[in-house]
C-alpha cells in the first residue's frame, strides 16, 4: 500500500493519551485502523439510509400497485370462497 506523510494539529493531551497507549513504530498503523473505521462507519450510515429510502420508494410504488388490483383480487376471493 502506498503511504503518503500528512500534518495535523491535534490537541496535545488527546496526543499525549494516545502516544501513551500506542507504542512507535504501531501509531502510523493504528491511525490507519481507525480512519478506515470510520470511512467504514460513514459508508454503512450511508448505505442504510439508502436503503430506507429504497424500500419507502418502493412502498408507494407497491401501495399504488396494490390500489390497481385490489377490485382483481376481492374478485378472486369472492370466487374461491363461493
Known amino acids: 500500500m502506498e503511504r503518503v506523510k500528512r500534518t495535523y494539529a491535534l490537541p496535545n493531551g488527546l496526543l499525549a493519551r494516545f502516544e501513551g497507549e500506542v507504542p512507535p513504530g504501531r501509531r502510523s498503523a493504528k491511525i490507519a485502523e481507525l480512519i478506515e473505521a470510520w470511512v467504514e462507519e460513514r459508508e454503512r450510515e450511508?448505505?442504510?439510509?439508502?436503503?430506507?429510502?429504497?424500500?419507502?420508494?418502493?412502498?408507494?410504488?407497491?401501495?399504488?400497485?396494490?390500489?390497481?388490483?385490489?377490485?382483481?383480487?376481492?374478485?378472486?376471493?369472492?370466487?374461491?370462497?363461493?
Request: glycine share 6%.
Open 46 to 82: 450511508a448505505l442504510r439510509k439508502a436503503v430506507i429510502e429504497g424500500c419507502r420508494d418502493m412502498a408507494e410504488v407497491d401501495g399504488e400497485t396494490l390500489k390497481e388490483w385490489e377490485a382483481a383480487d376481492d374478485e378472486l376471493w369472492q370466487s374461491i370462497e363461493r
